[in-house]
Structure formats: C-alpha cells, structure tokens
C-alpha cells in the first residue's frame, strides 16, 4: 500500500474508534428523560382496555400502538427466572386506568414489574430492575456485643458493728438478648428488608464482626436503614 493510501486509512481507522470510544456517552441514558417516561405512566390514562385470553406479545403490543412508546420485554431474563411467557395469559377489561396501574395488574401476578431506561419501558423481573448485586460489609459488632451485668461494692448504709461480707457477687452476661447471634441480625435484615434474597447473586451471611450483602444499591439503602432501627433497640 503506498503511503498516501497508508496516511487516510489511519486517518479513517482513528475516526472510526474515537467514534466508538464516543458513543457509550452518546447513547447513554438520560435520567431526566426516564423520571419523565416514569411519571408520564402514573399520569397517562387509557379509556377502555379489555384483554381476553391476550397473550403479553398482544398486551405488549396494544400499549405500544395506544401511547407511541417504546415498550421492550427482556425475554432471556425473565425465563431465566422460571416464568414461561407463552403461558401467559390476561382477561380483564378495565376504564379510565393509567398505564402504570394497568401494567401493575397485569405483570405482579406473575412476580414481573417494569424498568425505565433510555426512554425504552422494559418487561421484567424484581430483580433485574434492582440492578446488578454490589458487595458491601457492614460493622455489626455494635450489635452482637454481649451485655454484662457487673456487680458493684455495697454501698448501703449500715448500723454500726455490721460486718459487711467481702463475697462479691459474679458478673452476669445477658443471655436474654437475641442480637448476640448474628445469625438473629442477618434473619432479621430478610425479614425487614423485602427483596428476593434467594435470587441468582445476591447473598447476605454474617459473622460477629460484619454483614455481608451481596444485593443491588436499592437495597443496600434498605439494609443500612434497618441496621439502624435494630441499633436504637439495642
């Protein structure tokens, strides 16, 4: 290849990637523009709907045609999580009903709710609309420390020639409290915390020192706020 040839094919190799390199911020999503998709949902009413025997394709496809908008269902996902799609089957016939609360009866039944990103409202599981798990570990020592019950000198009052007996009563630890067993925090962070711990990567184990969680940023907030109340009991 002679040079000249050689100087404009490197000239159109760079441009092509700096053109990738930009694209990623190009095409990302706009958070604005989603708030904005997710409030129009709660606010978008639909006058009539009445599905019978409609499979989600149809469903999916009548809100699509009736609001102009991008509505995508993440199939690999959501029967990656056991829920055949070709079983599914809505009959309801509903008026004047927002397309929020219209996609909530069709879709929680099923253990399905919708995500908003790039403009597109996505079809899928609780947990992929939480995001990908984040590992974090939370100090917990200053729950599972054992209270003791320390036994002080006596100080009482004495008539005079009393002899005070030189026995001092052990220490006592409290075996009565049920956050000396991390095992009690982590089950009582499940409980509080309502997420689907048992999915495919998300983890949540503990030690006397920490708690460690494996579950997406939503959730973690949710954790640290039920740590806290369980602190105030303390």
Same mark, same amino acid.
């Given at each position: 290849m002679s040079r000249p040839r050689l100087a404009v094919a490197s000239l159109v190799f760079g441009w092509v990637v700096a053109s990738l390199a930009a694209a990623p911020a190009a095409w990302a999503a706009d958070p604005r523009k989603d708030a904005a998709l997710e409030a129009a949902m709660k606010v978008r009413r639909l006058p009539q709907v009445k599905f019978v025997d409609t499979s989600l394709d149809d469903a999916v496809r009548f809100l699509q045609i *009736? !609001?102009?908008? =991008?509505?995508?269902?993440?199939?690999?996902?959501?029967?990656? +999580?056991?829920?055949?799609?070709? +079983?599914?089957?809505?009959?309801?016939?509903? !008026?004047?009903?927002? %397309?929020? @609360?219209?996609?909530?009866? $069709?879709?929680?039944?099923?253990?399905?709710?919708?995500?908003?990103? @790039? =403009?597109?409202?996505?079809? !899928?599981? #609780?947990?992929?609309?939480?995001? &990908?798990?984040? $590992?974090v570990l939370y100090p917990i020592s200053h729950l599972t420390w054992t209270k003791t019950n320390f036994r002080g000198t006596d100080i009482d009052l004495h008539p005079s020639g009393f002899t005070v007996s030189e026995d001092v009563a052990e220490? /006592? /630890?409290?075996?009565?409290?049920?956050?000396?067993?991390?095992?009690? %925090?982590?089950?009582? %962070? #499940?409980?509080?915390?309502?997420?689907?711990?048992?999915?495919?990567?998300?983890?949540? !184990? *503990?030690?006397?020192?920490? $708690?460690?969680? #494996?579950?997406?940023?939503? %959730?973690?907030?949710?954790? +640290?706020? *039920?740590? &806290?109340?369980? *602190?105030?009991l303390k």
């Amino acid at each position: 290849m002679s040079r000249p040839r050689l100087a404009v094919a490197s000239l159109v190799f760079g441009w092509v990637v700096a053109s990738l390199a930009a694209a990623p911020a190009a095409w990302a999503a706009d958070p604005r523009k989603d708030a904005a998709l997710e409030a129009a949902m709660k606010v978008r009413r639909l006058p009539q709907v009445k599905f019978v025997d409609t499979s989600l394709d149809d469903a999916v496809r009548f809100l699509q045609i *009736a !609001t102009g908008w =991008n509505v995508v269902v993440r199939r690999t996902v959501i029967e990656k +999580a056991g829920v055949e799609l070709s +079983a599914l089957r809505f009959k309801l016939e509903l !008026t004047d009903v927002t %397309v929020a @609360g219209l996609l909530r009866v $069709l879709l929680e039944p099923h253990g399905l709710v919708t995500k908003v990103e @790039g =403009n597109i409202v996505f079809v !899928t599981t #609780k947990a992929d609309a939480l995001g &990908a798990p984040v $590992l974090v570990l939370y100090p917990i020592s200053h729950l599972t420390w054992t209270k003791t019950n320390f036994r002080g000198t006596d100080i009482d009052l004495h008539p005079s020639g009393f002899t005070v007996s030189e026995d001092v009563a052990e220490e /006592e /630890e409290d075996e009565d409290d049920p956050f000396r067993d991390p095992q009690h %925090v982590a089950d009582l %962070v #499940k409980e509080m915390v309502d997420a689907p711990w048992t999915d495919e990567g998300w983890s949540l !184990t *503990a030690t006397k020192q920490y $708690l460690m969680v #494996k579950a997406p940023r939503p %959730v973690h907030r949710q954790v +640290a706020r *039920a740590l &806290a109340q369980m *602190a105030a009991l303390k």
